[in-house]
């Protein structure tokens, strides 16, 4: 009979007996006419076939067939384990199938656009062949987004997205423990909802719309309709023309937003409390996914306390100045002050991953609730990792005349947002909330230098496709 067996699940406890497997060939290595090493991968596992006409076990034919087979082809493979004597070199699998019946059910073109080994490769290792004199092929980031399809094969690419849908999992499952309900809000809808300057317009039946440039207004609206806790994984739409290696147009935002019964600090311990959840999570579960990226990107573990440090905005401009950083006190960090913070404060408190709060009012969103003791500050974080915002959250204004006020302040045309302020006019309570951005939390946490690493099909001002 068939059995069906996963590439990476083949080890010695099946040794004689027979599977059927299906996998991309990855190599083929002809040992005379007679004989032929293929190498059949799925995910990150790979197993060595063997075919031999010796014992009349495969055809000289089927010999020629398997050498003759375009790398990256769909191939199923049917025969026996074995396990050999001496230790494999080259695959992840330490037992082989002698094959006895082999398919191609989906050709691949003779000429790849990219090799996958190339693509697989770390830039340690093509640095060291470089030293003994031997030029490897460097796959661009270009060609890899062009075929991203084909780029996506690697290991650690597959490992990428195993851990980033951990995240989500562990997201989840933690603020449903937490009493939260997951939502959905619209992601098409008449005016911005973080600022005007950067949303995408589109034709709404003959009304002008846009892509949400956050779920901020609507989750709020959840909440003024009742729930208590809501939270949201979905797309976050942002049309500024932002090249870096940190912003994307598309990203999967994780949005949260609750009840306060008295401080903002009861949403700064939702933030540490699932964070440290998540970060524990991924050490102890993902070990192997970690290991598999480690390969092609090496990083150092993230240092993190298990209980996330608390830092005020203002105690954050102190220790830059004390460094020597020239900076505006009421003014909002730049990339650069934010990783030199990061790296003072990791040499203060030995960890990469902390809570900067009570951000002056003048730098944050209109929504965002002023302090109670000092209107030039207000109850609002970032957080970040390795230097780098993953997070931005504050307790908002649910007081509909403030939070009009505090919109037409910033210039903004209060009838594109009256129905949101006036969700707050039948009887609304203190709430705050915060939104993560999915693919740095993932960029982050494995030290990878670009986002769009960790974005499967990533859009950028300048990708659109595939
Ligand atoms: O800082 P942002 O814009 O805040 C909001 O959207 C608020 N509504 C959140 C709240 O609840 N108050 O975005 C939140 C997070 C950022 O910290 C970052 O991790 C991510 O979303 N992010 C981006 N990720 C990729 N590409 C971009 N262009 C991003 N912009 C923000």
């Known amino acids: ?74 191939v199923e493979v049917y025969g026996v384990v074995t396990v050999p004597m001496e230790p494999i070199k080259g695959t992840t699998q330490q037992v082989e199938i002698q094959v006895r019946k082999l398919y191609c059910i989906g050709r691949a073109v003779p000429s790849l656009p990219m090799n996958i080994e190339d693509a697989a490769r770390s830039e340690e290792d093509i640095k060291e062949a470089e030293k003994d004199g031997n030029k490897l092929v460097r796959v661009n980031q270009d060609t890899r987004l062009n075929n991203r399809y084909l780029d996506l094969r690697t290991s650690a690419n597959q490992a990428i997205f195993q851990l980033e849908c951990s995240v989500e999992d562990v997201f989840r499952s933690f603020l449903r423990s937490e009493n939260f309900v997951g939502i959905h809000t619209p992601k098409l809808i ?18 002008p719309a846009c892509l949400a440039q956050s779920p901020q207004l609507h989750k709020q609206m959840a909440l003024s309709s009742g729930f208590r806790r809501v939270f949201e994984i979905g797309p976050v739409f942002r049309a500024e023309d932002s090249n870096t290696h940190r912003h994307l147009c598309e990203f999967i935002g994780l949005d949260v937003e609750m ?83 990061g790296r003072l404060v990791f040499e203060k408190y030995a960890t990469e991953f902390y809570i900067l709060h009570r951000y002056p009012l003048a730098v944050r969103p209109f929504y965002t609730m002023p302090c109670y003791d000092n209107q030039l500050y207000s109850n609002s974080f970032d957080v ?38 006036n969700s707050f006019r039948y009887g609304s309570f203190p709430h705050g909330g915060f939104g993560v951005g999915l693919e740095r939390v993932v960029m982050l946490f494995c030290g990878l230098s670009n986002i769009r690493q960790t974005s499967l099909f990533p859009r950028d001002p300048h990708r659109l496709v595939p």
């Open 384 to 421: 970040f990792i390795r230097g780098e915002e993953i997070i931005s959250g504050a307790q908002r204004v649910h007081e509909p005349d403030l939070l009009t006020a505090r919109a037409e302040a910033r210039g903004i045309d209060v009838s594109t947002i009256s129905a949101y302020i």
């Open 259 to 341: 009840e306060i019964n008295e401080h903002y600090f009861e949403v700064l311990d939702i933030v540490d409390r699932l964070f440290v959840t998540i970060f524990d999570y991924l050490n102890e579960k993902c070990k192997n996914l970690l290991d598999e990226i480690n390969k092609q990107f090496p990083f150092k573990p993230l240092k993190y306390l298990h209980k996330t440090l608390l830092l005020t905005f203002e105690e954050g401009i102190k220790m830059l100045k004390d460094a020597g950083v020239e900076i505006d006190p009421f003014g909002d960090l730049n990339t650069e002050s934010e990783r030199a913070l």
């Open 1 to 74: 009979g068939r059995k069906w067996t996963e590439i990476g699940s083949l080890d010695a406890e099946l040794a004689d007996e027979t599977v059927l497997i299906r996998g991309y060939a990855q190599t083929m290595r002809a040992v005379g006419k007679n004989m032929s090493f293929l190498v059949v991968r799925r995910s990150s596992a790979t197993v060595q076939c063997v075919l031999t006409v010796k014992e009349g076990l495969v055809s000289g034919q089927m010999v020629k067939f398997c050498n003759s087979l375009a790398r990256e082809s769909m």
């Open 190 to 207: 008449a005016g911005a909802s973080e600022g005007g300057a950067s949303v995408f317009k589109l034709d709404y039946h003959g009304q």
